[in-house]
């Protein structure tokens, strides 16, 4: 592997074959279909897994043209990334785009083309402008109403139950809300929508038969482009709220942000997803395509494929799996890391507030002892503010403090890389995905653990799917997740052979629980030290003085 695989790609190896590059789903997406290899996204292959699976099309162009091989890196993102894809999700905000983009105050799709259309002087032209005066600009109006209707009931019944994140089981089909005009409103909606949408799509077929090609191609692909949302919207609130019997579904609502708007106190998301992934990827991906390549730190946990495998669909017979290798690192970590484990520090399940002033105090020590450049990661943005505003005065005023939250993702790792002494606390984006090398990360903290919430909608029902097994959910699904986030965690530390640093987890239940030896066999070989605070903060100040590493006198 070259050392830097974009100059790799555009210095000569691939000259001589055509490349297309996509990061994002787009309406105008469009990828070469003559290229030769196609760099994607995980959401943007997800998203062609969802058109074919959705049209049946395992021949032709969907969102990417056909492919026949497979390189899928960081493939342990693979069943949550499909989850989103294969499933739906429509929020208020997104919604109100869609209904804006035809109409707001005058301005929009709809007035555009009415505005053209009274220009021209044919029996087409003239349908079409009756169709978008009379039927199609009430027809947002009503729209809007009636989806304001559904998201305030829902926002009121979030409210009620007190919390922000609620799941629909099969028992919302008997609550009181559908009583409560629920049920009348969502008709009305659909009703609406569907009206919307059959109307733009005529527009649509109208203007494909008198449009000039260029501009035909332009205004065409809006209006389909509409189609497409409004279509989306229809499946949406019909698969959350109101699924066909059958379905094994996993649906929630919650809330997306504080501020009010269109008429709702917060705005709201909804969504629902397939419970069981694995069959779906087996037979819309892996049987599918001649050849699969999966990589990644973390699909191994424990090291073996296992779980891997039975979370994707690679457990299912015929076996497809033809190698599976773990292959060595190319890190001396015991020389390069040192991995402190205190067991004196308060359990930030029962004492939150004890816990937090562990990890404060650990930064300040620490931060002191390698002159600053740490990363202190979180398993929750509640946790992160709450030992933000401990550190803040004496911390911050030392070195610079970048708090996520605070700042743009990637301004604040540029910061960090050329301070090169600060101090950075962030959550779950920084975990992975984040390459810090040489001496401005010296320090690694881990604040906790980093189990999924269980009562996280996802989560629950694949818990409950588990235990109708007779399986334990913990042991196959919490702890073999939370061994590989760890991995991902720690591995931000050495990233090349010349790196050397701290990892601190400020969580003893890995080695006072039964279940921490298998969080431990996953982690890379670093020298150890487990004990006192006391005594794994000596440990860390010897190595930072062995490598040079440390305050300036």
Not at 217 to 238: N, T
Not at 369 to 380: E, I, Q
Not at 499 to 527: I, Q
Request: hydrophobic fraction near 45%.
């Amino acid at each position: 592997m070259p050392p830097n695989i974009d100059e790799y790609i555009f210095a000569g190896f691939l000259r001589r074959k055509p490349v297309a590059l996509a990061k994002a789903v787009t309406s105008d997406l469009l990828v070469p279909a003559e290229a030769d290899i196609v760099v994607v996204n995980h959401h943007l292959l997800a998203a062609d897994l969802a058109v074919r699976r959705a049209q049946e099309n395992w021949q032709e162009a969907a969102v990417l043209p056909p492919y026949r091989r497979l390189i899928l890196d960081e493939g342990h993102h693979l069943e949550d990334v499909a989850a989103h894809h294969l499933g739906t999700q429509i929020t208020s905000r997104g919604v109100g785009r869609v209904l804006s983009r035809l109409e707001r105050n005058g301005k929009g799709l709809i007035p555009t083309l009415l505005l053209e259309l009274g220009s021209r002087d044919d029996l087409l032209s003239d349908a079409s402008a009756e169709l978008l005066r009379t039927s199609l600009l009430p027809a947002v109006a009503d729209a809007r109403t009636h989806v304001e209707r559904v998201f305030k009931l829902l926002a009121d019944w979030l409210v009620g139950g007190g919390q922000s994140v609620r799941r629909l089981e099969d028992s919302f089909a008997g609550d009181a809300i559908w009583e409560q005009g629920l049920g009348v409103a969502l008709d009305e909606l659909v009703v609406a929508l569907g009206k919307l949408r059959d109307g733009v799509e005529t527009v649509a077929d109208r203007m494909e038969l008198t449009e000039e090609p260029d501009r035909r191609s332009q205004i065409v692909g809006e209006l389909r482009g509409v189609v497409r949302r409004l279509e989306s919207a229809l499946d949406g609130f019909q698969l959350a709220l109101r699924p066909q019997p059958g379905l094994e579904l996993v649906r929630w609502i919650e809330r997306r942000g504080e501020r009010p708007g269109g008429g709702l106190p917060f705005p709201l998301a909804l969504a629902a997803v397939p419970l069981d992934l694995a069959t779906v990827l087996r037979e819309t991906l892996f049987d599918r395509v001649e050849t699969v390549i999966m990589t990644s730190a973390t699909l191994a946990a424990g090291g073996e494929f296992t779980f891997l495998r039975e979370r994707v669909g690679l457990d299912l017979e015929p076996d497809p799996v033809k190698y599976a290798e773990v292959l060595p690192s190319p890190f001396a970590y015991q020389e390069q890391c040192v991995f402190g484990v205190p067991i004196d520090t308060p359990d930030p399940r029962t004492d939150e507030v004890g816990h937090d002033r562990a990890v404060a105090q650990a930064i300040q020590q620490l931060a002191f002892a390698s002159d600053g450049g740490l990363f202190v990661l979180f398993t929750s943005h509640a946790a992160l503010r709450r030992v933000a505003n401990l550190v803040r005065e004496t911390v911050g005023r030392r070195w610079p403090l970048l708090v996520q939250g605070e700042g743009q993702r990637d301004h604040l790792l540029r910061r960090f890389r050329e301070a090169g002494s600060a101090i950075l606390l962030g959550t779950d984006s920084f975990w992975e995905g984040v390459d810090v090398p040489g001496r401005p990360l010296r320090v690694l903290l881990l604040a906790k653990l980093p189990f999924k919430v269980p009562s996280e909608p996802v989560t629950a029902a694949r818990l409950e799917a588990l235990q109708a097994k007779g399986v334990d959910g913990f042991r196959h699904y919490l702890l073999p997740l939370a061994a590989l986030k760890l991995k991902q965690g720690f591995g931000r530390l050495i990233r090349t052979r010349s790196d050397v640093g701290v990892v601190m987890l400020m969580d003893h239940r890995v080695v006072k629980r039964n279940y921490g030896e298998m969080l431990l066999a996953t982690l890379p070989p670093a020298e150890r030290v487990i004990g006192p605070w006391e005594a794994v903060r000596e440990a860390a100040e010897e190595f930072f003085a062995r490598h040079g590493i440390g305050a300036p006198a």
